[in-house]
């Protein structure tokens, strides 16, 4: 069983920076891949980035070249570096991962991004 605690979302203004954590109980060098999906009011939740255990990275287009993603397996921990950040970022963000065919989440931090 794999728990993901994600902690680091907050009120920023635009333009501005926030650093999301992704604690994985246990080894996330087992998880096949892990991502960061985000969920606005009234909306769908939607996939903002993604890293498989190769080390290669997916984002969706809203973020590219504002958001990085990034693991540190020694510390059992994802990252969600969100730099430049827009009101349209405002959401709850939710750490994810999948090993096999079971998939985790987070519980989710809110981000907010005040104009």
């Known amino acids: 069983q794999v728990r993901l605690v994600e902690s680091g979302g907050g009120l920023v203004q635009a333009g501005g920076s926030l650093r999301l954590s992704c604690a994985a109980s246990?080894?996330?060098?087992?998880?096949?891949?892990m991502g960061w999906y985000r969920q606005a009011a009234g909306k769908q939740r939607e996939l903002v980035a993604s890293?498989?255990?190769?080390?290669?990275?997916n984002y969706a287009d809203s973020v590219k070249g504002r958001f990085t993603i990034s693991r540190d397996n020694a510390k059992n921990t994802v990252y969600l570096q969100m730099n430049s950040l827009k009101p349209e970022d405002t959401a709850i963000y939710y750490c994810?991962?999948?090993?096999?065919?079971?998939?985790?989440w987070g519980q989710g931090t809110q981000v907010t991004v005040s104009s």
């Open positions: 890293i498989i255990s190769g080390g290669n990275t």
């Open positions: 994810h991962g999948i090993r096999g065919p079971s998939d985790y």
């Open positions: 246990g080894t996330i060098f087992s998880l096949n891949a």
